[in-house]
């Protein structure tokens, strides 16, 4: 293979895992669940999304042809992600979790 | 009128055509032959099934959007990633009410779900009237300003992409 | 040089993985555990996905895809359950 492509292959193999890294030291890390519930975001989108770029060349430079099924993934993860967070952003709303004190704003009764 | 009754939907015929041959993963004649009767055949027997059909006015601006949506994810994630790592980084969350004028369901879905895949902003919910999104944001200096941003960025061209369903 | 990169890059994926474990044993609040698993997933796939890349076959992306699907469903009914009592009224 292809020095160059290789040495494309490997940055954003890197790039989404530390990016997925990234997302779960804040969900380690962030203080309340409204600030946690960022965190997966960035995994979901950049994390996945570098994982899958890098597969995508990567399997297209064997010379078996374009293989572009891995886009798939990322596609149906953009659709999902959003509603799974706000299916859990709901429940978080229902069930009254503490906010951090820094918080502004508060979120209203419905 | 004609070519409306035979496609209900052309993004949808569209978009099944790109899915489907991505799932087979094989881009020869046959497997675009059959994408192409599934495309064509799933909208018409479903069509049944939609109460009102989503009008997308102008396909190729909302291409274009979608570019820019992940150029801004992109930023976004960088943004996010700096307040992460660094230790002495004082977030100030906050809860914003964010008043909409998109009508349109489709509509209304993206831009929710465009605000939640950026990180730093959650889509948390909606009020009852759909008038009014609330959003959980990481960092905010200026409400009025996050405010501003969304409804120019995101808002103002899903509008114009939808332009005939909030006449 | 992808021999070196790939190693380094599952053993960050590992890590994530850990810490994402670390918050679901912690809590404190359900939501919480919800959203550890729903990232817990995530992770999964970009692992699986690292993973088909490391031993050089298209095999895994078949189980990543099907994770995306069911762990979406899982998060879905797991958040409908605490929302209401009940998955399908």
């Given amino acids: 293979m292809n020095s160059w492509i290789e040495a494309l292959v490997a940055l954003f193999l890197l790039a989404g895992s530390l990016f997925a890294l990234i997302g779960a030291i804040g969900l380690y890390r962030l203080p309340d669940f409204f600030m946690r519930l960022h965190a997966p975001t960035k995994s979901t989108t950049l994390g996945v999304g570098g994982m899958v770029i890098a597969s995508l060349i990567y399997f297209s430079s064997r010379g078996d042809g374009l293989s572009l099924h891995e886009l798939l993934i990322t596609l149906f993860l953009f659709i999902t992600a959003p509603v799974s967070a706000h299916m859990l952003a709901k429940a978080a709303l229902q069930q009254k979790v503490r906010l951090s004190d820094k918080t502004h704003g508060r979120p209203w009764e419905q | ?115 939640s895949l950026t990180p730093g902003t959650v889509t948390a919910d909606m009020s009852d009237d759909r008038k009014t999104l609330l959003v959980h944001a990481l960092d905010v200096a200026d409400e009025a300003r996050l405010i501003r941003d969304i409804k120019t960025r995101y808002e103002a061209p899903l509008l114009e992409v939808f332009a005939c369903s909030t006449t | 040089m992808l021999d070196y990169v790939i190693p380094l890059c599952l053993a960050m994926m590992g890590l994530a993985l850990v810490l994402t474990l670390a918050r679901m044993i912690k809590g404190p609040d359900l939501p919480d555990r919800i959203l550890a698993l729903d990232t817990l997933y995530i992770n999964a796939i970009a692992l699986l996905v690292l993973f088909g890349v490391w031993l050089d076959t298209g095999l895994y992306f078949e189980a990543a895809l099907l994770i995306a699907v069911m762990g979406f469903i899982g998060t879905v009914a797991v958040a409908k359950y605490l929302l209401r009592g009940d998955i399908i009224e």
């Fill in chain 2, 1 to 115: 009128m004609k070519a409306r009754r035979w496609f209900p939907q052309p993004l949808l015929s569209l978009s099944l055509l790109v899915v489907w041959m991505l799932l087979a993963n094989d881009f020869s004649l046959g497997q675009c032959l059959l994408g192409a009767l599934l495309g064509w055949v799933i909208p018409l027997v479903t069509e049944v099934f939609w109460i009102n059909p989503p009008r997308v006015d102008k396909p190729f601006k909302l291409c274009l959007f979608f570019l820019r949506v992940l150029g801004d994810i992109v930023v976004a994630n960088l943004e996010v990633a700096r307040l992460i790592l660094n230790p002495k980084a004082e977030m100030r969350p906050a809860f914003v009410e964010i008043p909409i004028e998109l009508e349109d369901e489709l509509a209304l879905t993206m831009l929710a779900s465009i605000i």
